[in-house]
């Protein structure tokens, strides 16, 4: 299958992407008007300029979408305040459906507010998080757990994002997982594909993407040092994948462990968001080839293209093309 092939497959995905839905605020700011408040004293960052993305899983429906996937809905809580506006402003803009985001009033939508210097374009200041440090209200989750179990049967693949890195606030919690996990029990032909910074080990019976560092933490958590294998058989899928940047990736199956390499790339811009990029891609392939190495090879392609951006960049068919030329990615 080459990859005129599966691009032309993506029209035919529905994709589902719950979880940490966040709003990234890009906020350009003037250091020559840094002049101290008169109240304090205190310099102020004189923003003058600021454009809205989707963030955290925002990102991978961002991503889905630019690659040409057929309906892409995200599922999560956005507060009753302004940045639950942008967000929902900002995944319309993209044709990424926002109708099942949970309004939560008193929880704050999580944001990511950047500091872009507008005389070097680089984000050189601490940045400001809006999170949620405390637990869901009952009715919010429960909602959450409702509205998946009813739209992720709608779809072709699911992709959960944990970013949440706090014990408590996050969205996905104990009783989205056990719903996660019992989805992907009855529905093998699902692709259930999970990104989670900090809790990978407590996920069952999907397929769990990590990167090195979060694997051998999630290894350390288990007491089986590095070892991805015994990894792989706790979570209880057939295929664990794990991203090491430039150096590609490993995909973990019970046949052994395969090294996928990056595609080379001399001197990227940004890498951030090329996990949510790799995330769509592979996620994507996957379910098109059943490949886990197709879909590891897809997916590093498409982050190649994503890491020659600023911010959290996305990549569309014809990029994808012009980078790839018309190589094969074959089905084992």
Same mark, same amino acid.
């Given at each position: 299958?080459?990859?005129?092939?599966?691009?032309?497959?993506?029209?035919?995905?529905?994709v589902?992407v719950?979880?940490?839905?966040?709003? #990234?605020?890009?906020?350009?700011?003037?250091?020559?008007?840094?002049?101290?408040?008169?109240?304090?004293?205190i310099?102020?960052?004189?923003?003058?300029?600021?454009?809205?993305?989707?963030g955290?899983a925002?990102?991978?429906?961002?991503?889905?979408?630019a690659?040409?996937?057929?309906?892409?809905a995200?599922?999560?809580?956005?507060?009753?305040?302004?940045?639950?506006y942008?967000l929902?402003?900002?995944?319309?803009?993209?044709g990424?459906?926002?109708?099942?985001?949970?309004a939560?009033?008193?929880?704050?939508?999580?944001?990511?507010?950047?500091?872009?210097?507008r005389?070097?374009?680089?984000?050189?200041?601490?940045r400001? #998080?809006?999170?949620?440090a405390?637990?869901?209200?009952?009715?919010?989750?429960?909602?959450?757990?409702?509205?998946?179990?009813?739209?992720?049967?709608?779809?072709?693949?699911?992709?959960?994002? #944990?970013?949440?890195?706090?014990?408590?606030?996050?969205?996905?919690?104990? $009783?989205?997982?056990q719903?996660?996990?019992?989805?992907?029990?009855?529905?093998?032909?699902?692709?259930?594909?999970?990104?989670?910074?900090?809790?990978?080990?407590?996920?069952?019976?999907?397929?769990?993407?990590?990167?090195?560092?979060?694997?051998?933490?999630?290894?350390?958590?288990?007491?089986?040092?590095?070892?991805?294998?015994?990894?792989?058989r706790?979570?209880?899928?057939?295929?664990?994948?794990?991203t090491?940047?430039?150096?590609?990736?490993?995909?973990?199956?019970?046949?052994g462990?395969?090294?996928?390499?990056?595609?080379?790339?001399?001197?990227?811009?940004?890498?951030c968001?090329?996990?949510?990029?790799?995330? $769509?891609?592979?996620?994507?392939?996957?379910?098109?080839?059943?490949d886990?190495?197709?879909?590891?090879?897809?997916?590093?392609?498409?982050?190649?293209?994503?890491?020659?951006?600023?911010g959290?960049?996305?990549a569309?068919?014809?990029?994808v093309?012009?980078?790839?030329?018309?190589?094969?990615f074959?089905?084992?």
């Amino acid at each position: 299958m080459n990859v005129d092939e599966i691009l032309a497959g993506m029209a035919g995905q529905a994709v589902l992407v719950v979880g940490d839905v966040c709003l #990234d605020r890009w906020c350009s700011y003037e250091p020559g008007l840094a002049e101290p408040s008169r109240e304090t004293g205190i310099p102020r960052i004189a923003v003058t300029a600021v454009e809205c993305t989707p963030g955290g899983a925002g990102t991978v429906a961002s991503n889905l979408r630019a690659l040409g996937a057929g309906r892409v809905a995200v599922l999560g809580v956005a507060g009753d305040d302004g940045h639950g506006y942008e967000l929902r402003r900002a995944l319309q803009e993209r044709g990424i459906d926002g109708s099942a985001l949970v309004a939560a009033a008193g929880v704050p939508t999580f944001t990511y507010t950047k500091l872009i210097n507008r005389g070097t374009g680089v984000e050189d200041l601490a940045r400001v #998080d809006f999170v949620n440090a405390c637990d869901l209200p009952a009715e919010v989750e429960g909602a959450i757990v409702d509205r998946f179990r009813c739209l992720a049967e709608q779809v072709e693949i699911v992709i959960v994002s #944990d970013q949440a890195e706090l014990e408590r606030g996050g969205v996905v919690t104990d $009783a989205l997982r056990q719903a996660i996990a019992e989805f992907a029990r009855t529905h093998p032909r699902t692709v259930v594909w999970v990104d989670s910074r900090v809790r990978g080990e407590q996920f069952r019976g999907v397929l769990v993407k990590l990167n090195e560092e979060e694997a051998r933490e999630a290894c350390g958590r288990l007491g089986v040092g590095t070892d991805y294998e015994a990894l792989r058989r706790h979570i209880g899928h057939g295929t664990l994948i794990l991203t090491r940047g430039a150096r590609g990736c490993v995909v973990v199956t019970e046949s052994g462990q395969t090294v996928v390499p990056a595609q080379r790339v001399e001197k990227p811009v940004d890498i951030c968001g090329a996990g949510d990029s790799f995330n $769509a891609g592979a996620s994507l392939a996957l379910s098109l080839t059943r490949d886990p190495i197709a879909a590891a090879r897809f997916g590093n392609l498409i982050a190649s293209i994503t890491i020659m951006k600023p911010g959290t960049g996305t990549a569309t068919p014809e990029e994808v093309r012009r980078q790839a030329g018309h190589e094969r990615f074959p089905i084992h």
